[in-house]
């Protein structure tokens, strides 16, 4: 064996773990969904967001802290020395239940920062979902622009060596050429386009140490037809939404926190409790009590606010209940429209089989160049037609799912059995 396969095997080795880990792995939605609950920043960062809240939820309940107190004094009355030490605790005490009504608001807004996330992670779900739908529709895309570029490239073949014959113009072969550049810039743009999604994909799914275009597309949608009612998807939303429970939970924490505003205006009670000890000897306990007159301020800046506030979150709530019955009927209605659709395309489809007989009876004379062109044009449209509205359905059903906070296809289940 001579130096150069050496050499040759030598570098194939060496290049062999680059290929291997460049090799993507094929994933389904639910593993994508699986590396999404496991592996997710962003989810981790929804994750933060609720211990803030939480912790801000908390600090609102805690009790006041006692104060500790030392007091030294030195008399001087000629040559005699006179000294006294106090030393003293402090403690704010709470007729009112104050402590009882803010424990109650702090739990409400604990509950309300859990929903937030609950909410946030299924948004960031139907968008892996949607993620997922968009690059499988451009990579079947991508499929169907090859199967062109295929049929194009036979063709140009097929001219060129028939206008070396005698038999092909040249203006024929320059229009081949053409249609080949063409579909091959829409080839490329569709090539990005799934780069840029999956990227995207990999992005919320993968860990931080995972390398580029680790992934590849593997399930093979379909459309399934809906069989539910948006009355029920309407109820089973305005039960079960994440967001509106926040917002519910939120409405009770403020309407105890308007409560402590209003005993706010009673003064609390200080009580003080030390030891002094004198320098003659002297010494006992030092008991007392201290009060802030409501004479300036009854708290009433705090009521007006914390009054608003309340309000303004009632209002929200209803607004909110508006809003889901809207987002709710504006989906259900996206989903049947998108569905019908469907339902016609099945009656005109163009498949690969009579993209392959065009390209057969124009080799054989029966079909012109304009309509070879013509068939290809309609088999690339229409098929990438067809795999857009599998993709539009299903992240139409996506949507559908999160404006119901999983409902949906918990519900068809349980009507179905």
Known sequence: ??????????????????????????????????????????????????????????????????????????????????????????????????PFLRKRSSEESQKAAEFDYAYDRQLLLRRVKSLYSEAWYLKNKLAVYDDALSIINNALESAKARQSEGTFSGIQVQRFSIEQNRYLKSRNEVELSLREVTNELETMILPKEAPVGSISIQDSLGVIPLTLEKNLLTDA??????????????????????????????????????????????????????????????????????????????????????????????????????????????????????????????QEGRYSLVELLDATQAYADGQSLIYETIADYNQALFQLEAMTSDQLFTTQKSIEQ
Not at 16 to 27: A, D, R
Not at 41 to 51: N, S
Not at 276 to 299: C, H, M, R, T
Not at 339 to 358: G, H, I, V
Request: charge should be negative.
């Open 1 to 98: 064996m001579n130096r150069i396969n050496w050499w040759m095997i030598f570098l194939a080795l060496i290049s062999l773990p680059v290929i291997v880990q460049s090799q993507s792995n094929p994933i389904s939605l639910e593993d994508a969904v699986e590396m999404f609950n496991e592996n997710s920043l962003q989810q981790e960062l929804a994750k933060l967001d609720e211990l803030r809240k939480k912790g801000e939820a908390i600090q609102f309940s805690t009790y006041f802290n006692p104060e500790v107190s030392v007091f030294r004094e030195q008399l001087n009355a000629g040559t005699l020395d006179y000294q006294e030490t106090t030393y003293q605790i402090s403690q704010p005490i709470e007729f009112l239940g104050q």
């Open 237 to 362: 939303a305005l039960e079960s939404r994440a967001d509106i429970k926040a917002l519910e939970s939120r409405v009770n924490a403020s309407s105890f926190r308007l409560k402590v505003e209003k005993r706010e205006r009673l003064p609390d009670l200080n009580v003080n409790f030390g030891y002094k000890n004198q320098s003659d000897g002297s010494e006992g306990y030092v008991l007392g009590a201290s009060i802030k007159l409501p004479i300036f301020s009854q708290n009433s800046g705090q009521i007006t606010t914390a009054r608003a506030s309340a309000q303004t979150l009632e209002t929200s709530l209803y607004l909110k209940e508006k809003t889901i019955q809207n987002q709710v009927d504006i989906a259900y209605n996206r989903v049947m429209n998108i569905y019908q659709q469907w339902e016609t395309m099945q009656e005109q489809s163009f498949s690969q089989d009579m993209l392959e007989t065009a390209q057969a009876s124009y």
